[in-house]
């Protein structure tokens, strides 16, 4: 049995800045923890926009704070966020995601994040073979 409780995360090393400042991502399980999935409260940042494209991982992304919109950039469809709205990026879709009211959103992302991942410059994390340029 894994319990853990919102503030034993924040300030370990399992909260992880963006390096642009757009989120704050609280990294509840992880791949060490054996799920097969990691689950994180991500926090997004008023009036930013963020460049999206998971590649590598599949992610299911439900809101329970907050105003925000998603644009897929395949087809420019526009998805409004706000509570009780969940998305999946089924297609590793590339996307711009949009917040306009501080949004406190709980994704799940298969393959699971070991950790430390922030995004890439084409908005992906890297796959689990590219561990070390994860870790640095
Ligand atoms: C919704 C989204 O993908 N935000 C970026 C951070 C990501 N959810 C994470 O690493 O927790």
Avoid: Q
Wanted: glycine share 10%.
């Amino acid at each position: 049995m894994i319990y853990r409780k919102i503030e034993d995360i924040v300030g370990s090393d399992r909260e992880v800045y963006a390096e642009n400042g757009n989120w704050i991502s609280r990294r509840i399980l992880l791949r060490s923890d054996g799920m097969g999935f990691s689950f994180h409260e991500t926090i997004i940042k008023t009036g930013t926009e963020t460049h999206i494209w998971y590649k590598n991982h599949l992610e299911s992304v439900y809101c329970i704070e907050g105003e925000g919109e998603i644009e897929t950039l395949g087809d420019g469809e526009i998805y409004p966020i706000r509570p009780g709205v969940m998305y999946a990026l089924n297609d590793n879709d590339e996307h711009l995601l949009r917040c306009h009211k501080e949004m406190r959103l709980m994704c799940v992302f298969l393959p699971p994040l070991t950790g430390t991942e922030v995004h890439r410059e084409d908005g992906s994390y890297a796959p689990i073979e590219d561990e070390e340029l994860v870790h640095g």
